[in-house]
């Protein structure tokens, strides 16, 4: 990667083995889905990321009873056309001392077709393919928020959200890119009724700018 990692520039403060990692889901257009743990921003190790084990159960949104079949490196699962969305709390336990747990919530999300939100946090497009996104977190923008896009070539920037919780990105290339987005929350939380102090929430989308 020609930059720093995904995780460096979306967390520098919480250098975790958990907040290392994202979710992401890629599709080539009506074909199946294939989920991804790891660091979008770099190569895919041989095999898959050495973590990939942990992700076991990703839930579709809206439920979906169609298998789940593991390959090197990701899961592939056959979906309706149109944008994917995923949600998985599971894959790390908290962590850190009692009283001070923190844990992690991915949703990841395929395509740029829609423009509602239909996970907690997510990046939405203001238009059908358009190059401008909002920030989306239980159902409201999210104004001054960081957003790091990481290009087909894997070269990655951050931009910020506006007032309106808007960003507009300049897709020079064509191929596949990924945009991430971590919002923390703190208090008195649980995460599979484990007290965590700390959630953090990270959300992506990938889509292909033809």
């Known amino acids: 990667m020609k930059t720093l990692s995904v995780a460096l520039l979306a967390l520098l403060s919480v250098p975790t083995l958990a907040q290392a990692h994202e979710i992401w889901v890629e599709r080539d257009g009506a074909g199946p889905a294939r989920i991804y743990l790891g660091e979008p921003g770099d190569p895919l190790p041989e095999g898959g990321d050495p973590e990939f084990e942990k992700l076991k159960a990703p839930r579709i949104v809206p439920a979906s009873q169609a298998p789940q079949a593991r390959k090197a490196g990701y899961i ?5 056309a149109g944008d994917v969305r995923v949600i998985d709390d599971s894959v790390f336990e908290p962590w850190g001392e009692d009283g001070k747990k923190e844990g992690v919530i991915y949703y990841a999300r395929a395509g740029r077709s829609e423009t ?30 960081k957003i790091l896009a990481i290009s087909p070539d ?4 951050s931009f910020q ?8 990105l300049p897709l020079n290339d064509k191929g596949r890119y990924i945009l991430s987005a971590t919002q923390e929350e703190k208090g008195d939380l649980t995460l599979h009724g484990a007290p965590v102090a700390t959630l953090y929430h990270m959300a992506t989308i990938s889509f292909v700018n033809d």
């Not at 946090?121 to 928020?145: H, N, Q």
């Not at 894997?154 to 920037?157: A, E, G, L």
């Not at 959200?161 to 507009?168: C, E, I, K, L, P």
């Open 161 to 168: 959200t506006d007032a309106q919780g808007r960003v507009t």
């Open 154 to 157: 894997k070269w990655s920037k």
């Open 116 to 145: 509602r939100a239909a996970l907690p946090l997510e990046i939405v497009p203001t238009a059908p393919g358009a190059d401008s996104f909002t920030l989306i977190r239980d159902g409201k923008p999210v104004p001054d928020a």
């Open 76 to 80: 592939e699962v056959a979906v309706p």
